[in-house]
Each structure stands twice: as C-alpha cells, then as structure tokens.
C-alpha cells in the first residue's frame, strides 16, 4: 500500500466530514445560517440543487424519509459519489494512476438528462413533489 497517494482522497473525505459537520450542527432550516440559492432567488424556481443542504442535515441527523422528500436526487448521488471515490482511493492505494476519463460518454450524457429532468420535473405543476 502506498500511502502518500492516500494523501489526496484523505484530504477530500475530510473535508467531506467537515461539510457535513458544518451542515449537521448550523441548521440550514434557520433562516440566515446561508444564503438563499441565486438561481431561486432570481427566477422563483428551484435548481436540482435546492434543498441540498436541508437534505444534507437531515441525513446527518438520521431522518432519511425527510432528506428523500427534500431532495431526493441528491439522496440518489451520494452512493455514487462514494463509488467513485472508493475506486480512487483504491487506485491510489495500489499505486496506479488514476482514471482521467469519464469512459463511455453516454454515462455522461445520461448524468446531464437525469439533472436536466429532475430539474425540469421539479418545477412543474405535476412533479411539485420533488419540490420542497
């Protein structure tokens, strides 16, 4: 094992567990803790974003039905994003090289519709469930 490689996916697990904490103890449901999204605050409707942080607080704090009702595309990434970092804190470990591509493009392309889709179905009248 090499651990000077372990470096950089130990510094962004930290700092990871320092949002998180951050987030578990100022509670985003208090008005004036953060500020308001810009995206909301200009146009009245929600980014795929929006409720992030509540939804980060709720998760913290064990309340999974609320953080699945407040954002559940968020809820949804966060396996994902452990994946990818469990695989390169893998690599790293290992000591080879890190992918740099993102490999098949359709992976991509499909990331982007699923967020434009969440984005667009949250904001109309029929899918005001995905909005709170």
């Not at 320092?18 to 208090?30: F, R, S």
């Not at 939804?55 to 994902?80: D, I, K, R, W």
């Not at 591509?101 to 029929?126: H, K, S, T, Y």
């Amino acid at each position: 094992m090499r651990i000077r490689g372990l470096a950089a996916p130990g510094g962004v697990l930290a700092l990871a567990a320092a949002v998180v904490a951050t987030v578990a103890l100022v509670d985003p449901n208090e008005r004036g803790n953060y500020p308001t999204c810009p995206f909301l605050a200009l146009t009245g409707y929600q980014c795929p974003g929006c409720g992030a942080l509540r939804t980060l607080h709720a998760l913290a704090h064990g309340h999974v039905g609320e953080a699945l009702a407040l954002n559940v595309f968020v809820v949804s990434m966060l396996p994902v994003l452990a994946f990818f970092w469990a695989r390169w804190t893998v690599a790293r470990a290992r000591g080879r090289p890190a992918r740099t591509r993102a490999g098949d493009p359709r992976l991509i392309w499909g990331l982007f519709a699923a967020v434009m889709g969440f984005w667009l179905m949250r904001n109309l009248p029929w899918g005001a469930f995905l909005a709170a």
